[in-house]
Nanobody, 116 residues
């Protein structure tokens, strides 16, 4: 069982920045990949960014070059640095962990609101 706790959401003006964090329980070596997903009202949950155990990253096209996913292995924490935020980035952001044995775990979500 992997527990995930997100933090860092909030209200930001267009063009602003936020950094989300996702602290996870369990060993770094038990996790194959971690990612950030988001879900806006009335829309399906979508991948934002993902990082594998080996450090390989991939991003959704609409956030590439604005968002950066990273991790602090000793702190068991993953981050999402979001810059140049747009109103369409507003959503609930979820952290997901995929384990080496094929299980998936989700955090509770953190709200990001982009508005002037």
């Amino acid at each position: 069982q992997v527990q995930l706790v997100e933090a860092g959401g909030g209200l930001v003006q267009p063009g602003g920045s936020l950094r989300l964090s996702c602290a996870h329980s369990g060993s770094f070596f038990s996790i194959y990949a971690m990612g950030w997903y988001r879900q806006a009202p009335g829309k399906q949950r979508e991948l934002v960014a993902r990082i594998t155990h080996g450090g390989i990253t991939n991003y959704a096209n609409h956030v590439h070059s604005r968002f950066t996913i990273s991790r602090d292995i000793p702190k068991n924490t993953m981050y999402l640095q979001m810059n140049s935020l747009k109103p369409e980035d507003a959503a609930v952001y979820y952290c997901k962990a995929e384990t080496m044995v094929g299980n998936a775990y989700w955090g509770q979500g953190t709200q990001v609101t982009v508005s002037s």
